[in-house]
Each structure stands twice: as C-alpha cells, then as structure tokens.
C-alpha cells in the first residue's frame, strides 16, 4: 500500500463568492476521502488535507481544474493515514486570522505591497552579504519554536496569530524598522500576511521565506541556519528534516530535552506541553 501523504498550499487571489468555494471544496474532498482543514476567504484558501495517495491525487487534481488555483505551490509530506480526525471546510474573513480584513489587499498575483520572496538559498546569500544586520522574526505561535526555530531569531511573546498587530504597534520593535528583516513560518501563509502588515507600518526592507520552514528543510535540512523540530497542525505535531536535528527543547516536568507535545495534563486537555516519555502519564 502506499504511504499515505498530507497536502498543504494556499493561493492569495479575490474570490467573490467564498460560500461557494468553500461548498465545492467540501464536495471535492468528500468524494476524494481526503481530510483535513481548509478556510476560504475573500483573500483567497489555506489547505492542509490528508488521505491515501490516490485520494490526495484525486482532490489535487480536482482542485486545479478551477483556474485561480492551478499554479498553487503544493507541499508534500508523509502522512500516518490517521493524521486529521475530521474534515473541516470553513468560510471566514481571512485565511489567517490577523484581525485585519479590510487590511490586506490581494490581485490575481498574490498579496499586494507584501515582503519580498527569498528562495532557501537566497537567504544564506541574504545573511552572507549584510551579516549579523539581518534579523530573523518568527511568524508562528511562540509555542511553535520552543522546538524549532531559526538561530538568534526574535520569537514574538504571542499565543495566537491575532496577538502580533498588539505586539508590533507596541513599538518594541520599532528600533528593527530600517533592518533587513526576514519572517518565517512553517510553510509561508502566516508571512505573507504579516510582511505586508509590517511593511504598512513603516518597516522599510522586509522578507519571507518562499514556501516557509517547510521549503527550507527541504533545500538545507539540519545543515543550515535551521535548529531543531517543526511543529506541524496534524496528528504528527512534530517533524524533523534529518536524522541530525537536535533537540533544543526541555520537558516541562524533568528539564531532560525532547521535542515531544502533548495534551497535559489529561489527554482531554486542551493545552499543549512538553513532555518526555519518561513523565508521560499516557505512555
């Protein structure tokens, strides 16, 4: 049988009628056995879905067919089969959840007035010619890199996406504003946003990673400026790129390293810690 795979990409592009999108996206995924969670915007869609290859192929494919999205830059990754619970396809004001609808402007090419997109290895070329200048800023959940990050990156005190507008107009990163700056996520989304939003605030030279930490790991593994695990929205909750990937996370009980989440303190929890399986009560 065949590795069961997850599927992740999301396209900025105005879309009218985001009901409908999101009626024909459940239908395609229910006919497809693919699932997942998807959100629908008037900016556009953000896709993680998972299945059988075949499944994911079908829903692929079925997807492309609508002309806004048949460039979109896909992701893969193996999956367990067992990996979303449910499907989940919403319509929302925004694919991610910024607070800032009326904010974010969007075209046939993408977000409008956004940061420039820096391949993997133009950010070495980046950090090679203006050196210890340029600042790396975390766009994920500052749980998110408490098992991954990039080196001496800023790791915003947020909890929630909607958090970082507080943070930023807070003017704690106001001394940043002339510096090349390069955001991160896992797999780009999250900037896309938040570069256009720190470029309306007067941050004058802002960057993304294209295709996030995900593309990133996938050029440089563990050999680059990369530490540590990924956090990832699935039954797996972390990855790694290579056998090499180092633990830069401690339990919350013992202080031993790991890398592992859980739901604690009962698996009926809603907060995630980290916990080794050596405190683990469900282990």
């Given at each position: 049988m065949a590795q069961p795979k997850i599927l992740l990409f999301y396209v900025f592009t105005p879309l009218a009628d985001p009901e409908a999108i999101r009626l024909?996206?459940?239908?395609?995924?229910?006919?497809?056995?693919?699932?997942?969670r998807i959100i629908v915007s008037p900016h556009g869609i953000n896709v993680t879905v998972g299945g059988e290859l075949d499944n994911v192929k079908g829903y692929l494919k079925a997807t492309r067919a609508y002309l806004?999205?048949?460039?979109?830059?896909?992701?893969?990754?193996?999956?367990?089969?067992?990996?979303f619970p449910r499907l989940s396809v919403k319509a929302r004001d925004e694919i991610v959840t910024f607070g800032t609808p009326d904010e974010l402007k969007v075209d046939e090419n993408g977000i409008v007035g956004g940061g420039v997109h820096l391949k993997p290895e133009q950010v070495h070329e980046l950090v090679a010619e203006r050196g210890d200048d340029v600042v790396f800023i975390d766009g994920r959940n500052a749980?998110?890199?408490e098992i991954g990050r990039f080196k001496n990156a800023i790791i915003p005190p947020i909890e929630t996406t909607r958090d970082f507008l507080e943070v930023i107009d807070s003017g704690v990163y106001d001394h940043l504003k002339t510096r090349p700056i390069v955001t991160y996520c896992t797999g780009g989304v999250r900037c896309e946003v938040l570069s256009a939003l720190m470029k309306n605030r007067g941050f004058e030279e802002v960057y993304q990673i294209e295709g996030g930490i995900v593309r990133y790991g996938e050029?440089?593994?563990?050999?680059?400026?990369?530490e540590g695990s990924l956090y990832?929205?699935?039954?797996?909750?972390?990855?790694?790129f290579s056998p090499d990937a180092k633990i830069i996370s401690k339990c919350a009980l013992c202080g031993e390293p790991t890398d592992r989440y859980e739901n604690y303190p009962d698996e009926n929890g809603r907060e995630l810690k980290l916990v080794c399986l050596e405190?683990?009560?469900t282990a």
């Open positions: 024909w996206q459940k239908t395609v995924c229910e006919m497809n056995d693919v699932k997942g806004p999205f048949r460039w979109a830059d896909v992701k893969w990754a193996n999956g367990t089969g067992n990996d749980y998110e890199a050029k440089f593994g563990d050999k680059g400026l990369w990832v929205f699935d039954g797996r909750i972390s990855t790694t405190c683990s009560p």
